[in-house]
């Protein structure tokens, strides 16, 4: 799960700072393409709904975020 968080994340912040917003259904499904590549099969190892629920947390500490519910910083990689 905290690669998937990570990966997210990652992928989420470079939008954002590019002056995009990615939802939770465009990283839902970037992450079943992200799920067929070779390097990455034992994502398939894993239950799918931890993976799911993993961007759906992000999807919520971003709308926090964003509706400045939160604090003024960006959600944070998880180690």
Not at 18 to 37: F, I, M, P, S
Not at 56 to 69: E, G, I, L, S
Request: hydrophobic share 40%; proline share 3%; charged share 30%.
């Amino acid at each position: 799960m905290r690669y998937v968080w990570n990966w997210a994340l990652r992928m989420r912040s470079d939008a954002y700072r590019a002056g995009e917003r990615v939802g939770h259904a465009e990283t839902d499904r970037r992450l079943t393409a992200l799920k067929h590549r070779p390097d990455l099969v034992w994502l398939n190892e894993v239950s799918s709904v931890c993976l799911q629920q993993a961007l759906r947390d992000q999807q919520q500490a971003f709308a926090h975020f964003f509706d400045k519910r939160a604090a003024e910083i960006l959600p944070r990689v998880r180690g």
